[in-house]
């Protein structure tokens, strides 16, 4: 087992920052997937941002530019640096773990994120 606890959260304005953080009750250093999804009211969550072992990223098309993922293995701790945010970014967002080897993934309780027009 994982607890993932997300925190960060908050209202802000647009084209204002916020940064979320992650942190896992284990070891997340090796062979594990770090991951960002969000989900807003009335739609599915989706996959936002992601980084690998090897610090390979991948983000949402909306995102990039924007969002920059990151991790500190020492401190068993993922990073969302969010910028120039849009009302549309508004969701509940949550941090996953996922072990390819063996397919196990974990989830966060989530963090709101809300961002005024």
């Known amino acids: 087992q994982v607890q993932l606890v997300e925190s960060g959260g908050g209202l802000v304005q647009a084209g204002g920052s916020l940064r979320l953080s992650c942190v896992a009750s284990r070891s997340i250093s090796s062979n594990v997937v770090l991951g960002w999804y969000r989900q807003a009211p009335g739609n599915q969550r989706e996959l936002v941002a992601q980084?690998?072992?090897?610090?390979?990223?991948n983000y949402v098309d909306h995102v990039k530019g924007r969002f920059t993922i990151s991790r500190d293995n020492a401190k068993n701790t993922v990073y969302l640096q969010m910028n120039t945010l849009k009302p549309e970014d508004t969701a509940v967002y949550y941090c996953?773990?996922?072990?390819?080897?063996?397919?196990?993934?974990?989830w966060g309780k989530g963090t709101l994120v809300t961002v005024s027009s």
């Open positions: 996953t773990t996922f072990w390819p080897l063996s397919g196990l993934r974990y």
């Open positions: 980084i690998t072992t090897s610090g390979t990223t």
